[in-house]
């Protein structure tokens, strides 16, 4: 089975300063990954994937991710944090059969601090 | 360019109605895919369709869950006799194809006194 961990529910952050979402993964296979945002009582919005090639990743709104193999690991991050920027981070992985359904972390809340 | 909208975007009913939800994928996209999410935990792969065809089924979707997708359009979830806990947030997705990026509707609150 397909699992992803997100091991922090909250991060705080300076506005300004780097941030960092953390996210690991555990897949038989080559792994799919991808990061979303979520806003207060709205859907998912797509931030960044990775699929092959390239182990940094870029995405929407200046973000980026790191994807490690060894440490199964790809977080997501950011040189410079905006307070816009708070919001809920989910960590999702595509499962390898014909559904190619996500299953998603439990999600890490973001706060940026002005 | 309009993405996947979902219709209602909130639904208060009591336990033991039946409620329906609609989803209108981006055009083009022909994969449907339906998710729920509860309070604290990310979203829960439900079913999804390839066309008009289900094709899969979560063990999450109960015998009182239904969906369609009759024309390969949009698609609906029913919930029939609900139950206080089906209240969640029920979310769309669309995707070009099987590899293809999923892209989310605003999703569906659903909450059942």
Known sequence: AQSVAQPEDQVNVAEGNPLTVKCTYSVSGNPYLFWYVQYPNRGLQFLLKYITGDNLVKGSYGFEAEFNKSQTSFHLKKPSALVSDSALYFCAVRTSGSARQLTFGSGTQLTVLP | ?113
């Not at chain 2, 999450?60 to 698609?75: H, M, N, Q, W």
């Open chain 2, 1 to 113: 360019d309009t993405g996947v909208s979902q219709d209602p975007r909130h639904k208060i009913t009591k336990r033991g109605q039946n409620v329906t939800f609609r989803c209108d994928p981006i055009s083009e996209h022909n994969r449907l895919y339906w998710y729920r999410q509860t309070l604290g935990q990310g979203p829960e792969f439900l079913t999804y369709f390839q066309n008009e065809a289900q094709l899969e089924k979560s063990r999450l979707l109960s015998d009182r869950f239904s969906a369609e997708r009759p024309k390969g359009s949009f698609s609906t979830l029913e919930i029939q006799r609900t139950e206080q806990g089906d209240s969640a947030m029920y979310l769309c997705a669309s995707s070009l194809g099987p590899k293809e990026t999923q892209y989310f509707g605003p999703g569906t609150r659903l909450l059942v006194l």
